[in-house]
Nanobody, 122 residues
Framework: VQLQACGGGLVQAGGSLRLSCVVS????????LGWFRQAPGKEREFVAV???????FYADSVKGRFFISRDNAKSTVYPQMDSLKPDDTAVYYC?????????????????WGQGTQVTVSS
């Protein structure tokens, strides 16, 4: 499974960005898909996950501001990120695994994409 993330950039606080991650190599609909982020000097943390059945779970820090979706026809997962804050500045990584708990609870998905930088200016 290969994951290709894009859509990062620089945005002012209060603004929005939509990342995307294209997944190839296996049956897209068989996987739960998630996003993690890593800020400078901090450990990588879970952000959001969407299951094969489109159930969604979020970290408390982004709940109500981020919305994760998937398009099975395009093999793509999207986090829509609204009301961005400087604390959201990080490298964002997409991830895939057959099991949602491996992503959400263990933080050890089987497959990772390369990171994309999101910078939120104050």
């Amino acid at each position: 499974v290969q994951l290709q993330a894009c859509g990062g950039g620089l945005v002012q606080a209060g603004g929005s960005l939509r990342l995307s991650c294209v997944v190839s190599g296996r049956t897209f609909s068989d996987y739960a898909l998630g996003w993690f982020r890593q800020a400078p000097g901090k450990e990588r943390e879970f952000v959001a996950v969407i299951t094969r059945n489109a159930d969604r779970f979020y970290a408390d820090s982004v709940k109500g501001r981020f919305f994760i979706s998937r398009d099975n026809a395009k093999s793509t997962v999207y986090p829509q990120m609204d009301s961005l804050k400087p604390d959201d500045t990080a490298v964002y990584y997409c991830a895939a695994d057959p099991t949602v708990h491996t992503i959400m609870l263990r933080g050890t998905p089987g497959y990772w994409g390369q990171g994309t930088q999101v910078t939120v200016s104050s």
